[in-house]
């Protein structure tokens, strides 16, 4: 079992920087793949980064690369999502996410993974 936190959602201009944090309590060999997910209104969940933090091996989608960056402090057991440059379309709440393998890259979304309640990023044009 593993328990995930997540802080540092808000509302920004267009082109403007966030960083969500992810902090995780518990087992922590149920948090080797930790990463971040989101869903707009309307939209489907989506993912965004994941690592696999024994090897630190990060991957990101598309619509992200070059512009979010996840990193992690093993000694906080946790994990950042820096966002830069963000969108409109960035909008939407953000969960951070964790299991013990990594299915693709990111943390699995079936019942061996676990989530967090989630943090609204909001960005205005």
């Known amino acids: 079992q593993v328990q995930l936190a997540e802080s540092g959602g808000g509302s920004v201009q267009e082109g403007g920087s966030l960083r969500l944090s992810c902090v995780a309590s518990?087992?922590?060999?149920?948090?080797?793949?930790m990463g971040w997910y989101r869903q707009a209104p309307g939209k489907e969940r989506e993912a965004v980064a994941g690592?696999?933090?024994?090897?630190?091996?990060?991957v990101y989608a598309d619509f992200v690369k070059g512009r979010f960056t996840i990193s992690q402090d093993n000694a906080k057991n946790t994990v950042y999502l820096q966002m830069n440059s963000l969108k409109p379309e960035d909008t939407a709440m953000y969960y951070c996410a964790a299991s013990t393998r990594c299915s693709r890259g990111y943390p699995r979304t079936d019942e061996l993974g676990y989530w967090g309640q989630g943090t609204q990023v909001n960005v205005s044009s």
């Open positions: 690592l696999a933090r024994m090897n630190n091996n990060a």
């Open positions: 518990g087992y922590s060999y149920s948090s080797n793949c």
